[in-house]
């Protein structure tokens, strides 16, 4: 169940009540937690789809394809982690420009 408002692919991690909110790459005690990424939008106490691992197409993206994508802020996957990031989560590698093959690696924690 989504703990509040979610938008459709982002990030998401456990929240220790049963539900899910936004994965956070600022956010170390949230890493273990890190399930997938959403696939639609939900409001809070709706039911979420997560995907764990496989395709995921959306047009509006416009990934370099072959290139990692990482777990950014509040769940945005991006191809460039942001200054104050405590970890890299390696999240896929696209396929084409609207296409990522979600299949998260160890994650690598700054120190």
């Known amino acids: 169940l989504a703990s509040g408002a979610l938008g459709g692919h982002r990030l998401v991690a456990a929240d220790g009540a049963g539900g899910v909110t936004y994965a956070s790459c600022d956010d170390a005690q949230a890493l273990p ?62 396929t084409n420009p609207a296409t990522l093959f979600l299949a998260p690696r160890e994650p690598i924690l700054f120190t």
Do not use: D, K
């Not at 399930?35 to 764990?52: E, K, P, S």
């Not at 197409?57 to 945005?76: D, F």
């Open 33 to 94: 937690a890190v399930l997938g990424m959403t696939l639609h939008a939900a409001v809070g106490g709706a039911a979420i789809a997560i995907r764990r691992i496989g395709e995921i197409v959306e047009s509006t993206w416009a990934w370099t394809p072959g290139l990692p994508v990482y777990l950014g802020l509040a769940g945005v996957p991006t191809q460039s982690l942001p200054p104050g990031a405590l970890f890299g989560l390696i999240v896929g590698i696209p």
